[in-house]
């Protein structure tokens, strides 16, 4: 069965401190894979994806094959970035997005 | 471009009656897929529809149902409804040019089962 996993609920990391969230997925093929962001009162949003490999806001997203994972990283997290994180692999060639169960990210000064 | 629009933005129902929410999609974007997003279970997905066709469905009950009419816009139809059917009601347009399409989100449609 296709999965994603994001482990970590919870994340709370102090501001100019490095942050990774986790996410491994068990797809076959060669799916695509995305970050989404949600802040607070605002709407769902896409944050980067595998196939551009861009930095959005500081953040980078390694997909490693090897390991299935695709982990977000940011090495100076910033207060800005306390929201909910979504890690969404989509299997090649289908237009469904799966979603992790997401993880809420707190940033303090 | 106006964003992703969803009506109503709550709705409170009590158990056994039905809803339908409604979702206008970005000018010009052909895909539109519905998610319920609730805490214990995150955001899952019901199901797509591009052209008036239903593509793609989740693994719900078939009290969901949906439906897209010619001009994109889409509706989504809740039947006999159960209080673990409160949760925000997501709708998400895209292109769909090429493989890398991205999915705009609406704000949600809050629904409320009593």
């Known amino acids: 069965a296709q999965r994603v996993t994001q482990p970590e609920k919870l994340l709370s990391v102090f501001k100019g401190a490095p942050v990774e969230l986790k996410c491994n997925y068990s797809?076959?093929?060669?799916?695509?894979l995305f970050w989404y962001v949600q802040y607070s009162r605002q709407r769902l949003q896409l944050l980067l994806r595998h196939i551009s490999r861009e930095s959005i806001k500081g953040f980078t997203a390694d997909l490693n094959k090897g390991e299935t994972s695709f982990h977000l990283k940011k090495p100076f997290a910033q207060e800005e970035d306390s929201a909910m994180y979504y890690c969404?692999?989509?299997?090649?060639?289908?237009?469904?997005?799966?979603f992790g169960a997401g993880t809420t990210v707190t940033v303090r000064a | 471009k106006a964003g992703v629009t969803q009506t109503p933005r709550y709705l409170i129902k009590t158990r056994g009656q039905q809803v339908t929410l409604s979702c206008s999609p970005i000018s010009g974007h052909r895909s539109v897929s519905w998610y319920q997003q609730t805490p214990g279970q995150g955001l899952q997905f019901l199901f797509e529809?591009?052209?008036?066709?239903?593509?793609n469905k989740g693994n719900f009950p078939g009290r969901f149902s949906g439906r897209q009419f010619s001009n994109s816009r889409s509706e989504m139809n809740v039947s006999t409804l159960e209080l673990g059917d409160s949760a925000l009601y997501l709708c998400a347009s895209s292109f769909l040019r090429g493989r890398d399409n991205e999915q705009f989100f609406g704000p949600g449609t809050r629904l409320t089962v009593l």
């Open positions: 529809y591009f052209s008036e066709t239903q593509r």
């Open positions: 969404a692999p989509k299997r090649g060639g289908y237009y469904k997005l799966s």
């Open positions: 797809y076959s093929g060669s799916p695509e």
